[in-house]
């Protein structure tokens, strides 16, 4: 990464921790993807339950693999036949490990879901959420981190799926009904009722899409 872009990400991160604080969340700024593992491993405990939505950002820092073959109580969907199941065991976990699909300087996150097992954890589910958010995702205000949820992040996704959706064959959204769409719920997170309930870890680099 360009040293300007990396010195503007590290100050660009202490403003949204300022505003993630005042929203009854919590902030921490890693300068790269060691650091982050090493402030995500320490806000899980031992022992504890955990669960996640496919999550490129974890993957990308190597917390995915830590939490797999660490000594916690993994709740891995893709074991699960009855997908019911497995998303309703989520809901008891201690910890939901997401990214966002955007959010804004001031510490508002944006998530969109097809199917709602994401968004609904996220919003009232397990003990503790935490968040891995590269600095790519930040924008500067709501309106733009939604307009990436839908333009860049969803199109993405449908990629990633294999997805019969306008994006995923043009790279743009269209506001479309499609019955493949996966822009079904949006949720805003403006602030936490839950002290400790939200955590978001702000890497220095580029992570998930
Ligand atoms: S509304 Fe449709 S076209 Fe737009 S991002 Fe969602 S799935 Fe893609």
Redesign the pocket.
């Known amino acids: 990464m360009n040293g300007n872009v990396y010195k503007k990400n590290e100050l660009l991160a202490s403003v949204v921790i300022k505003g993630l604080q005042s929203r009854n969340m919590s902030g921490y700024y890693a300068k790269d993807k060691d650091e982050a593992l090493k402030i995500a491993l320490s806000l899980i405990p031992e022992n504890s339950t955990v669960t996640m939505g496919g999550c490129t950002s974890s993957d990308e820092i190597g917390l995915t693999d830590a939490v797999k073959n660490g000594e916690y109580k993994f709740i891995d969907r893709s074991q699960y036949e009855d997908k019911r199941a497995a998303m309703l065991d989520g809901y008891n976990a201690d910890v939901f490990i997401s990214s966002v699909n955007g959010m804004s300087d001031d510490g508002v996150l944006i998530n969109?879901d097809g199917n709602a097992n994401r968004v609904s954890a996220i919003a009232n589910g397990p003990k503790k959420v935490l968040f891995i958010v590269g600095m790519n995702k930040i924008c500067p205000d709501v309106d733009t981190a939604m307009k990436r949820a839908?333009?860049v992040a969803?199109?993405a996704n449908?990629q990633r799926f294999g997805?019969s959706?306008?994006?995923?064959s043009t790279g743009?959204?269209?506001?479309?009904k499609?019955p493949?769409?996966?822009?079904c719920q949006f949720l805003i997170t403006r602030y936490s009722r839950h002290k400790d309930r939200i955590h978001v870890i702000l890497v220095n680099d580029e992570l998930g899409f």
């Open positions: 969109i839908r333009n969803a199109p449908a997805l959706t306008p994006c995923a743009k959204c269209f506001d479309c499609s493949d769409t996966i822009c």
